[in-house]
């Protein structure tokens, strides 16, 4: 019996779009669009024997279709349709605009690589630098964001590229058409390749927040007991239902079905997740090993290569059973996981691609043959390419071909292989935690965390009482106050206020938090409170270059790291 694989690519973008401007704070999501979401299916195309399941998040698909329809406008697409740019816009470019990666990307091109070189000069008197210059770098940013198939196989960015300089705004309005061109292939193909068999997708809570947060603050103590939490308790399970709800109801307006795989935003689980999942007809959900650890209170060691001593406790599925609901769940394997996303890329892509088939292969020997057994590889399918050779092209061909033609192993979609072998060992707990050191410290716990929890709670209490002493409130504007609350649980918001994540955008963030708090306000007539306009987060001078994207689960984020890594 081969030992069998679920890949399981997880996208994920927080909401960008300022309920009061209507404008993008950041340009993250179609960065990530035209450089890996479609990227990521085409290559899978052409490995038809990979079978593997795509885990969407519903936010980063309703951006994807503001985007095509004309409705989302972001910086570093406003930036290239102006005449001109104030003294403060050009300090915005010269600050926002190299954040790529400069080996592997931006050093690449050397027009790039020019503009960076003078950019200390830059700052130091951009009224000196001609208009030349900050159209030069507004379309080299957007360019270098590009999938570098594109700008090598399609005539037109292919010519961008080769004149380097001194463009346009026609060059960059004829960028923006080929950049929604991209777009527009994206959900497309992601229909065609799961209609085909070969891919599954997956969902997660709408607007990615942490859930057993959400179900109760008081939960992050179960795994970090004396953990300081804000001075007001948030425990709003109807919340998290709701996040569910909407996921689900809006993944089967966009791809003709409900979808049977939820990933729980950061891996974040807890028992009392369970019964609510099964209520909405999940079949199974997914998390981390440090959660399996913890609910069967086992070590999962390893020996100095990495393998476990006790393989067969990790690579199977089990159900959990709570309150006489149960749900199919996977525990991912984070020594594999890890590898593909912050080892490898330092690696030759075939020696990556051969060093991890070889892993699986080890797996294998150390199993029992007769009996099926599943390792399941989660990551950030968005995050860790820029820091790989072709935007990870020689790792992930490699990689595929090998499993293609490697008889020992299978690469399975998860709905398949439950379908086959369902989970033969019931939990009836669930350790509380994510997929970060097995705990939620990366969303509350500190300072400037707690304090967003609690304005998360009295922004939300507010309305609430609005909502009762107006009980004939017309659904258009409880659903545009209600739809700020849920925006405002997202995960990212928080992230952001820890103090291991660092970066020059953080304030961004900051004010994005804020803003979806005050359009609650907006929405139901009500002066927003002045409280609202001082950030949260307490000013911090940063020398290191601004990342360029998302990152989870890293320990620490720092502005060179790429899960679940920082992507925008």
Same mark, same amino acid.
């Given at each position: 019996?081969?030992?069998?694989?679920?890949?399981?690519?997880?996208?994920?973008?927080?909401?960008?779009?300022?309920?009061?401007?209507?404008?993008?704070?950041?340009?993250?999501?179609?960065?990530?669009?035209?450089?890996?979401?479609?990227?990521?299916?085409?290559?899978?195309?052409?490995?038809?024997? +990979?079978?593997?399941?795509?885990?969407?998040?519903?936010?980063?698909?309703?951006?994807?279709?503001?985007?095509?329809?004309?409705?989302?406008?972001?910086?570093?697409?406003?930036?290239?349709?102006?005449?001109?740019?104030?003294?403060?816009?050009?300090?915005?470019?010269?600050?926002?605009?190299?954040?790529?990666?400069?080996?592997?990307?931006?050093?690449?091109?050397?027009?790039?690589?020019?503009?960076?070189?003078?950019?200390?000069?830059?700052?130091?008197?951009?009224?000196?630098?001609?208009?030349?210059?900050?159209?030069?770098?507004?379309?080299?940013?957007?360019?270098?964001?590009?999938?570098?198939?594109?700008?090598?196989?399609?005539?037109?960015?292919?010519?961008?590229?080769?004149?380097?300089?001194?463009?346009?705004?026609?060059?960059?309005?004829?960028?923006?058409?080929?950049?929604?061109?991209?777009?527009?292939?994206?959900?497309?193909?992601?229909?065609?390749?799961?209609?085909?068999?070969?891919?599954?997708?997956?969902?997660?809570?709408?607007?990615?927040? +942490?859930?057993?947060?959400?179900?109760?603050?008081?939960?992050?103590?179960?795994?970090?007991?004396?953990?300081?939490?804000?001075?007001?308790?948030?425990?709003?399970?109807?919340?998290?239902?709701?996040?569910?709800?909407?996921?689900?109801?809006?993944?089967?307006?966009?791809?003709?079905?409900?979808?049977?795989?939820?990933?729980?935003?950061?891996?974040?689980?807890?028992?009392?997740?369970?019964?609510?999942?099964?209520?909405?007809?999940?079949?199974?959900?997914?998390?981390?090993?440090?959660?399996?650890?913890?609910?069967?209170?086992?070590?999962?060691?390893?020996?100095?290569?990495?393998?476990?001593?006790?393989?067969?406790?990790?690579?199977?599925?089990?159900?959990?059973?709570?309150?006489?609901?149960?749900?199919?769940?996977?525990?991912?394997?984070?020594?594999?996981?890890?590898?593909?996303?912050?080892?490898?890329?330092?690696?030759?892509?075939?020696?990556?691609?051969?060093?991890?088939?070889?892993?699986?292969?080890?797996?294998?020997?150390?199993?029992?043959?007769?009996?099926?057994?599943?390792?399941?590889?989660?990551?950030?399918?968005?995050?860790?390419?820029?820091?790989?050779?072709?935007?990870?092209?020689?790792?992930?061909?490699?990689?595929?071909?090998?499993?293609?033609?490697?008889?020992?192993?299978?690469?399975?979609?998860?709905?398949?292989?439950?379908?086959?072998?369902?989970?033969?060992?019931?939990?009836?707990?669930?350790?509380?935690?994510?997929?970060?050191?097995?705990?939620?410290?990366?969303?509350?716990?500190?300072?400037?965390?707690?304090?967003?929890?609690?304005?998360?709670?009295?922004?939300?209490?507010?309305?609430?009482?609005?909502?009762?002493?107006?009980?004939?409130?017309?659904?258009?504007?409880?659903?545009?106050?209600?739809?700020?609350?849920?925006?405002?649980?997202?995960?990212?918001?928080?992230?952001?206020?820890?103090?291991?994540?660092?970066?020059?955008?953080?304030?961004?963030?900051?004010?994005?938090?804020?803003?979806?708090?005050?359009?609650?306000?907006?929405?139901?007539?009500?002066?927003?409170?002045?409280?609202?306009?001082?950030?949260?987060?307490?000013?911090?001078?940063?020398?290191?270059?601004?990342?360029?994207?998302? +990152?989870?689960?890293?320990?620490?984020?720092?502005?060179?790291?790429?899960?679940?890594?920082?992507?925008?």
């Amino acid at each position: 019996m081969p030992l069998y694989v679920a890949f399981i690519w997880h996208m994920h973008q927080p909401y960008y779009r300022d309920p009061v401007s209507g404008k993008y704070l950041l340009p993250w999501l179609r960065f990530h669009a035209v450089k890996d979401y479609l990227h990521m299916a085409e290559v899978l195309s052409q490995y038809p024997r +990979i079978k593997a399941t795509v885990n969407l998040v519903p936010s980063l698909l309703y951006q994807l279709l503001e985007y095509l329809s004309g409705e989302a406008v972001d910086p570093a697409m406003e930036m290239g349709l102006k005449e001109g740019w104030s003294q403060e816009e050009r300090e915005y470019i010269l600050t926002h605009f190299f954040s790529v990666n400069h080996e592997r990307i931006l050093n690449r091109f050397p027009p790039y690589r020019l503009l960076l070189e003078l950019s200390s000069y830059a700052r130091q008197a951009p009224h000196l630098f001609s208009d030349s210059y900050f159209m030069d770098l507004i379309t080299w940013f957007n360019l270098a964001w590009t999938d570098p198939n594109k700008l090598e196989g399609d005539p037109f960015l292919r010519s961008l590229v080769e004149k380097g300089n001194n463009f346009s705004r026609e060059d960059f309005a004829g960028l923006m058409e080929k950049h929604r061109e991209i777009m527009a292939g994206i959900i497309p193909l992601y229909r065609e390749l799961e209609a085909k068999g070969q891919l599954e997708l997956s969902t997660s809570p709408f607007y990615h927040p +942490i859930l057993p947060l959400l179900i109760n603050t008081e939960n992050a103590r179960r795994a970090s007991p004396g953990l300081l939490l804000p001075s007001v308790t948030f425990s709003h399970p109807e919340d998290a239902e709701e996040q569910v709800r909407r996921a689900i109801g809006f993944h089967r307006s966009l791809f003709g079905h409900e979808p049977v795989g939820l990933w729980p935003s950061e891996g974040a689980v807890c028992p009392e997740l369970v019964p609510i999942l099964a209520r909405k007809g999940i079949i199974w959900f997914a998390t981390d090993e440090a959660i399996l650890a913890r609910t069967l209170n086992a070590s999962l060691d390893r020996d100095q290569e990495g393998h476990l001593l006790n393989p067969e406790v990790l690579y199977r599925p089990y159900r959990v059973q709570i309150e006489g609901k149960s749900v199919a769940v996977l525990f991912r394997d984070r020594f594999l996981s890890d590898r593909i996303g912050f080892v490898y890329q330092h690696m030759d892509g075939y020696e990556a691609a051969r060093d991890l088939v070889g892993r699986l292969l080890a797996i294998r020997d150390r199993l029992p043959p007769d009996k099926p057994h599943l390792v399941t590889i989660i990551l950030d399918g968005e995050n860790c390419w820029e820091h790989y050779e072709h935007n990870g092209d020689v790792f992930l061909h490699n990689l595929y071909r090998m499993l293609s033609e490697e008889p020992e192993i299978e690469c399975v979609r998860v709905r398949d292989f439950l379908e086959k072998f369902p989970p033969e060992e019931t939990l009836t707990d669930l350790a509380t935690g994510s997929w970060i050191n097995g705990n939620l410290e990366t969303w509350i716990g500190e300072e400037a965390q707690n304090r967003a929890w609690e304005a998360l709670a009295t922004v939300r209490e507010d309305l609430v009482n609005w909502q009762k002493n107006y009980p004939l409130a017309d659904i258009e504007t409880l659903e545009k106050a209600w739809e700020c609350i849920y925006r405002a649980e997202g995960s990212d918001w928080f992230w952001w206020y820890y103090s291991r994540n660092v970066s020059e955008q953080e304030q961004i963030f900051d004010q994005a938090f804020r803003e979806h708090l005050a359009g609650v306000y907006t929405a139901i007539g009500l002066p927003v409170p002045e409280w609202l306009s001082y950030p949260i987060m307490k000013p911090i001078a940063v020398v290191e270059r601004a990342p360029s994207h998302f +990152i989870s689960p890293r320990l620490e984020a720092s502005p060179q790291a790429s899960s679940e890594s920082v992507s925008y």
